[in-house]
């Protein structure tokens, strides 16, 4: 999927957006720190905005069918020696891990939902065994009872994509994800084996994989990836690492995502998963500064739901002109809804202005509580700029998809000794990543107009 990245790809839609501009502007709405003025305004409808729209951008379509329920998931469970530490057997004390209780509660969850429709348990050796809700479910609790010696992780993966990809339908696999190959000579092809196992049944350019990290106290013996390192027995003083991928169609695995996975503390990673484009609009009345209007036609009337022209009648050094857009993230995974990532990754892009990014902000519980528009935002862009604009120019807040932080920070090159880390985890996401063409992925991109006013 190819995004629109190249700052020149805005100029088409800037002609589209000179065609449609009338003359003048009213300055109906104006906002000013000392008051307001009235007017009749006449500018360019939200519809009609200029926009670098990216294909991740949703349709009336993606939105009716996000109602209806998946088709299938299938829950896969890896029961190796490596795992019995997450889930020991029952001693006389009732003691149990995190990874017990949270896995026990995620598969009653998966098992009642409405959201999909069939529902399928395995558990995985050196391949899948089909179970019960009530096996899986008694071996999360009492313990495995035959561990396999050895899961391959690309093997695993080639049989997911292989035997159970789907329409509508996801494959859960949760694992300690220890990549352990037979030949430590096939270490440094990590990334290519997974790029291979998630493609040797064929090319699935909408593929879509989310990566859940969680950490747990393991109560057994700890098998390194790297047997030259042996084994640590009595394992552990400190929490070992876990996860849930979440494999399918991109757009059901962001609907079992949001129905099943949000709801609970994790690290994420997205690969290939697309969202609709949150609603958003332009706040004047929120921590607004200088001599700048809606310029959206029918603005004066209120009856337009979101506004994205910026209507601007004075700027410089000494005046400059500051807005807010409200935006509604409540429909994003958490990864895309941390104020850090934002500050990060979140980038402001235009045509012949000195429009900057000043700050991204979450709700409050103030902006919360307000009777103001403010109230219907999760998150704040505070834009600054000391150039009115000759023209109708785009403006374009643009998310990119980057790797989080805490990849890196759970990885090691050598797991002999446990730790809050897994090997090679760098380069096992980095296997996801192939099916991403050009470039850094684009989230969403909200497009808006800067214009000159009276």
């Not at 757009?251 to 949001?258: C, I, K, N, T, Y």
């Not at 991403?436 to 800067?450: D, H, N, S, V």
Request: proline fraction near 7%; include cysteine.
């Amino acid at each position: 999927m190819r995004y629109l990245t190249s700052f020149s790809r805005l100029w088409p839609a800037l002609g589209l957006s000179l065609a449609l501009l009338p003359g003048c502007y009213s300055r109906s709405d104006m906002k000013t720190e000392a008051g307001t003025a009235t007017g009749t305004p006449t500018a360019v409808p939200p519809a009609e905005v200029p926009a670098a729209v990216s294909p991740n951008t949703a349709t009336p379509t993606e939105a009716a069918n996000s109602t209806q329920p998946l088709q299938a998931v299938n829950v896969f469970l890896e029961v190796s020696g490596s795992m019995e530490g997450f889930m020991p057997k029952t001693g006389a004390s009732g003691e149990n891990t995190k990874f017990q209780q949270h896995v026990a509660q995620f598969l009653s969850e998966v098992n009642r939902t409405a959201t999909v429709r069939q529902k399928a348990f395995y558990r995985i050796k050196e391949k899948p065994y089909e179970d019960s809700y009530q096996g899986i479910s008694s071996t999360v609790r009492s313990g495995i009872q035959q561990p396999a010696k050895s899961t391959d992780i690309p093997s695993v993966l080639d049989t997911l994509m292989s035997n159970y990809y789907q329409p509508g339908t996801v494959s859960v696999l949760i694992s300690d994800f220890i990549y352990s190959p037979k030949n430590a000579g096939a270490i440094p092809y990590i990334k290519t084996d997974i790029t291979d196992a998630l493609s040797r049944s064929g090319s699935h350019p909408e593929l879509g994989v989310s990566v859940y990290g969680y950490t747990s106290d393991f109560r057994g013996t700890y098998y390194p990836a790297l047997k030259a390192a042996g084994k640590k027995t009595n394992c552990c003083d400190t929490e070992i690492p876990y996860y849930i991928w979440v494999l399918g169609p991109a757009d059901a695995v962001r609907r079992f995502d949001a129905a099943l996975l949000e709801q609970q503390p994790a690290k994420q990673a997205h690969f290939g998963v697309t969202y609709l484009r949150p609603h958003y609009s332009l706040l004047n009345k929120f921590q607004n500064k200088g001599s700048w209007y809606y310029g959206d036609a029918g603005a004066s009337k209120q009856t337009a739901d979101a506004y994205r022209v910026v209507a601007v009648s004075e700027a410089s050094a000494q005046q400059p002109v500051e807005f807010v857009v409200g935006i509604d993230l409540s429909r994003l995974p958490g990864q895309y809804r941390d104020v850090a990532y934002l500050k990060q990754n979140l980038k402001l892009q235009g045509v012949d202005t000195d429009a900057t990014l000043l700050d991204v902000m979450a709700a409050t519980d103030q902006t919360k509580a307000s009777s103001g528009p403010e109230s219907k935002f999760t998150h704040f862009a505070k834009v600054r700029l000391t150039r009115q604009p000759k023209a109708a120019r785009p403006l374009v807040l643009r998310l990119q998809d980057q790797r989080p932080a805490w990849v890196a920070q759970w990885t090691t090159k050598n797991d002999a000794t446990p730790a809050s880390k897994t090997f090679a985890l760098s380069s096992l996401l980095d296997g996801l990543a192939p099916s991403q063409e050009g470039g850094a992925r684009q989230i969403f991109e909200l497009p808006l107009t800067l214009q000159p006013g009276e």
